[in-house]
């Protein structure tokens, strides 16, 4: 699951914030005006130093260890439930399961989270392994749009769809075609199954590491 320009805004927002209140707070309490210009270059280089090495993942790594954080997971955890959840019903394997970015970090792998799967041994599949393998790789964003009413996730999931329908050989209007209809479905299929999807997603983020807590 990935969560595209999440990351520029967060890391924006924390360095305009933190500068504008040492800006106005630090005079107040007798901070010397070199102090905050230094602590808003220390800033800075931090927040370039996490987009160059981490992607801009320190910032939600920050933000899931604080205790707002627990929203986020909550949302990256029902992303990863559903794809579960699917898989299982098109018995598509799952090799494991990583809820937030301290779990993913941790595994060597850019993400917020995510759900891997083996790879199909073929690149190029039949029409129904196509419909499964799009059922499973559009669950987590349905079941954003399913509970949060949209789906800020997905970058991932949508571009592995889109190398599968590629490599299929079917035209474009097939693919749309069939992706349309495996979206409803799923959305009918997990909305009759929603209670189960939000008890699975309260595992996984009770499991789910957090930085300072195993």
Excluded at 50 to 76: N, Q, V, W, Y
Excluded at 88 to 107: D, F, H, M, S
Excluded at 183 to 206: F, I, M, P, S, Y
Aim: with cysteine; glycine share 12%; net charge positive.
């Amino acid at each position: 699951m990935a969560m595209p320009g999440e990351t520029g805004a967060l890391t924006a927002g924390v360095a305009v914030l933190v500068t504008s209140l040492a800006a106005v707070v630090g005079p107040l309490v007798g901070i010397p005006p070199w102090t905050i210009a230094l602590a808003a270059g220390g800033l800075l280089a931090a927040l370039t130093a996490d987009a160059a090495l981490f992607s801009g993942r320190g910032g939600h790594l920050l933000a899931e260890t604080l205790p707002g954080g627990t929203r986020r997971l909550r949302r990256i955890a029902l992303h990863e439930a559903a794809h579960g959840l699917v898989a299982n019903a098109e018995a598509v394997p799952v090799r494991r399961v990583l809820v937030g970015t301290w779990a993913a970090l941790r595994a060597g792998v850019s993400s917020g989270g995510c759900t891997e799967f083996d790879l199909p041994a073929k690149a190029k599949m039949s029409l129904t392994d196509l419909r499964r393998w799009s059922r499973v790789l559009l669950a987590g964003m349905v079941a954003e749009e399913l509970i949060y009413g949209e789906s800020i996730g997905g970058a991932d999931d949508r571009a592995q769809l889109g190398r599968l329908w590629g490599l299929s050989g079917h035209d474009v209007a097939t693919a749309q075609r069939e992706q349309r209809q495996a979206r409803r479905e799923v959305k009918r299929w997990l909305g009759e199954r929603r209670q189960e999807l939000e008890e699975r997603a309260e595992t996984l983020l009770r499991v789910a590491p957090r930085l300072g807590r195993s």
